[in-house]
């Protein structure tokens, strides 16, 4: 009853539209054994159209949850280990790219060398995000300037909320499927123009832009444009340069891309003019694709043999400045590794490096 969703204001005062009732427990999404062995959750719908009930709407398109059912599928039965699922929890492949690229590549002609360098290495990438991919770099900011040059001219100020979303992404795969859709039209300008002229244009621009923003295109890899700053949130957002120098991270490269299994998102909002804030500064493609949240922590256990767990966080165990454990796995989240997690007492007895006593 009331408002099924709860995704607008409403008025509170007049109960109409207040949320009443439960889901029955027996008709709540659940899974137990399925014929597959394993369970795969990724942000994924968990439930299909025809569910009765709502639980959510703001679902993950769901290419994540497919790339780790495609790479559990591959595995031959009984083979894995805990350590291909760490190496699955840092898989960079974005496979969205496989239903975009092949368009992109097919219709596009560029105008300018550094356009047609750029579509050359998007035609090349093998759809992984390392920091040395330069394919991986040319096709995320490709995708979003892309996206942007369909739908900012009709959608105007609301472009900001909706070109870089993962609906962004369903929206401009649509578009590359009806190179004959009015989407494709410019409004500020007469005449109609073709899918084939924008892509060809947008490929020289990106390209321009980050010959202007990052230098010449041996710099234009993913990790230039992809890095992670973790800052503590009060000395460390000062504007104090020594403070902040030492109390945050600094800019790390970093793998993973906003779609993967590794996943981070970045505000791609901040490449667009604020209305409410003519000082703002809209970013570029050097900096728009700064990471501003991923994943807090990775852990793996098997459960027969519980001490060989492991596990990585995103800074430290210590939220003490001055202590040598503050930010000593930050390297370890953005490359992948881990450190022991024992769980028996004989284990983190034998794994102690130091031991803390606080007496009343």
Not at 63 to 77: F, M, W
Not at 223 to 229: E, K, P, S
Request: proline share 7%.
């Amino acid at each position: 009853a009331g408002d099924p969703t709860g995704d607008r204001i409403r008025d509170g005062a007049s109960g109409a539209d207040e949320w009443t009732g439960y889901i029955p427990f027996e008709d709540l999404p659940w899974q137990y054994d399925p014929p597959s062995g394993f369970i795969v959750t990724a942000n994924n719908a968990a439930v299909d159209g025809t569910y009765p009930y709502f639980v959510a709407d703001d679902w993950d398109p769901g290419y994540r949850a497919q790339r780790i059912t495609d790479l559990l599928a591959a595995a031959p039965e009984g083979s894995l280990t805990p350590a291909d699922f760490r190496d699955m929890q840092v898989d960079t492949y974005v496979l969205r790219a496989d239903a975009i690229v092949p368009a992109i590549v097919a219709e596009a002609a560029p105008a300018t060398e550094d356009g047609r360098l750029l579509l050359d290495r998007i035609r090349t990438w093998d759809r992984p995000c390392g920091v040395d991919s330069t394919g991986c770099a040319a096709y995320i900011a490709t995708e979003f300037t892309l996206t942007r040059a369909i739908f900012e001219d009709e959608l105007g100020p609301l472009a900001k909320d909706y070109v870089g979303s993962t609906s962004s992404w369903q929206g401009l795969i649509a578009q590359l499927n009806d190179l004959s859709s009015p989407w494709w039209d410019d409004t500020s300008t007469e005449g109609t123009v073709r899918a084939r002229d924008v892509m060809s244009a947008v490929l020289d621009r990106t390209a321009a832009d980050l010959r202007a923003t990052v230098g010449g295109p041996a710099r234009w890899t993913w990790g230039r444009i992809h890095t992670v700053n973790f800052k503590e949130q009060n000395l460390g957002s000062s504007g104090i340069g020594p403070l902040e120098w030492y109390f945050n991270s600094g800019a790390r490269q970093v793998q993973g891309a906003d779609g993967a299994v590794f996943n981070n998102y970045y505000q791609t909002w901040r490449a667009f003019p604020d209305p409410s804030d003519p000082d703002f500064v809209p970013d570029g493609l050097d900096t728009v694709f700064r990471v501003s949240n991923g994943p807090s922590y990775r852990l793996s256990i098997d459960m027969s043999a519980i001490d060989g767990a492991r596990i990585v966080i995103t800074t430290g165990q210590s939220g003490n400045p001055f202590d040598r454990h503050y930010g000593d796995l930050i390297d370890d989240w953005a490359t992948g590794g881990t450190v022991p997690l024992p769980f028996s007492w004989d284990a983190i007895e034998a794994s102690a490096a130091s031991e803390l006593t606080l007496t009343p």
